[in-house]
């Protein structure tokens, strides 16, 4: 496996902090307090929010373990700015709430930044995955 740098290491742990305490100020309010009931939509993406905030803070401590989280969040997001936000900015078509979830999804610039992409290659890509099967005797 190749070695991950301390100086990595707390890059990561800053993006999982930066990240979690993000969400703490902007999703956990709504959660804790919430007046009237949500949405199908609204209910998923706020729970979804809060689950990957919680697995952020286990990331500060275990920052190569939760990589797939981190790798889970830039997928989602790139998949997003290209197939909604890139064809609304060409069309002329963006409104104000994609600008605005546009600028959020931007902060994932910071992940392919901090990601040990050698680690990840080697743990989660070219690394021999778990057995399909039982053992045989």
């Known amino acids: 496996m190749p ?3 301390l100086f ?4 990561l742990r800053a993006v999982y902090l930066i990240i979690a305490l993000g969400l703490a100020l ?12 949500w949405g199908l939509s609204q209910g998923v993406v706020k729970c979804m929010l809060a689950a990957f905030s ?6 500060i401590r275990y ?6 989280v981190l790798m889970w969040e830039l997928t989602w997001k790139t998949i997003w700015l ?5 064809p609304a900015w060409q069309s002329g078509t963006m409104d104000e709430a994609t600008m605005g979830t546009l600028i959020e999804c931007s902060v994932a610039i910071i992940i392919p930044l901090a990601m040990p992409w050698g680690y990840f290659y080697a743990h989660y890509i070219q690394k021999t995955g778990d057995r399909w099967r039982a053992a045989t005797a």
Not at 30 to 36: C, D, F, I, N, Q
Request: hydrophobic share 55%; glycine share 2%; charged share 5%.
């Open 3 to 5: 070695h991950v740098s």
């Open 8 to 11: 990595r290491l707390y890059s």
């Open 26 to 37: 902007v999703v956990w309010p709504s959660v804790l307090h919430h007046a009237e009931p």
């Open 54 to 59: 919680l697995l952020c803070v286990i990331g």
């Open 63 to 68: 920052p190569l373990q939760m990589l797939p």
């Open 82 to 86: 290209l197939i909604v936000a890139l």
